[in-house]
């Protein structure tokens, strides 16, 4: 099962992760039409029976909308009072989109230590099933108001990487700003070709160029694929698709649409 329908088509449990430039628009602020429309996308996999967890940036961005006369400012402080005002508001937004098809939201915000802490993660573990189980979809950030250097994840690409294995998840699906991984940076490069599989990921890091970033958010193609290997250790695959695309998923089952497999091997699970 190495293309995107046939991935989406098998797998049970999904984690997605939505970027900040996923949701943002150009001037860096939620676009709340794009965090709808992937909301409606999310919801035609639950209605297929898939059982999803969503990995959500976008606090940060969240909170310069909500209060602009800080977006300016250095000091950590004022970034870590901007993620602590920015989260309710993406979390309003997200029960606002998945409350009109009758569904509830739940939070979870989490630091790399809890990931390193045996009964943490068990609790972790616990409260994803239990949500999962009773029809709430799990919203899942890093804790970014009260996070240090020393506890931080550093990037949801990780961070999700990490939830999926926890919760045994079948696919990773990372929705980003491009269709996956190419060559070469394609906002650089008009040549850059699309890598449709991925099976070897330390040698793909040898062949590509990485240096790419885009231009929000902390990830950038580096972590996506330190995010791959991360679930391929594991057996899961991971799929990076561009969410910009309307009805990406939809076409992605549909065989319409092209994106980036990391093939996780069967036998590892």
């Not at 794009?34 to 996308?41: D, R, S, Y």
């Amino acid at each position: 099962m190495n293309t995107p329908a046939e991935l989406l088509s098998s797998a049970r449990k999904i984690v997605i992760k939505l970027g900040s430039n996923t949701i943002s628009n150009k001037e860096g602020k939620v676009d709340k039409e794009i965090m709808k429309h992937i909301v409606g996308q999310i919801m035609h996999l639950i209605d297929e029976g898939k059982r999803v967890v969503v990995v959500s940036s976008g606090a940060a961005v969240s909170g310069v909308g909500a209060i602009n006369k800080w977006a300016r400012k250095n000091d950590i402080n004022y970034k870590q009072a901007l993620c602590a005002i920015g989260q309710v508001e993406l979390m309003n937004a997200y029960k606002e989109f998945f409350g009109e098809y009758g569904l509830h939201v739940g939070q979870i915000l989490l630091t790399g230590e809890d990931f390193n802490e045996p009964h943490r993660e068990l609790n972790i573990r616990n409260a994803l099933f239990t949500l999962v189980d009773e029809g709430v979809v799990p919203i899942i950030n890093e804790n970014d108001s009260v996070s240090i250097d020393e506890f931080s994840i550093g990037d949801n690409d990780t961070l999700s990487a990490l939830v999926a294995n926890l919760w045994a998840a079948d696919l990773l699906i990372l929705m980003s700003d491009i269709d996956g991984v190419y060559d070469k940076d394609p906002h650089t490069y008009d040549d850059a070709r699309l890598i449709e599989l991925v099976e070897d990921v330390d040698g793909l890091r040898r062949s590509i160029d990485t240096k790419g970033k885009s231009d929000f958010g902390t990830g950038g193609i580096v972590t996506k694929i330190n995010a791959a290997e991360i679930v391929n250790r594991y057996g899961t695959s991971m799929l990076l698709v561009n969410s910009r695309k309307e009805d990406i998923l939809g076409k992605l089952e549909r065989g319409e649409e092209k994106a980036t497999v990391f093939s996780g091997s069967p036998a590892r699970k």
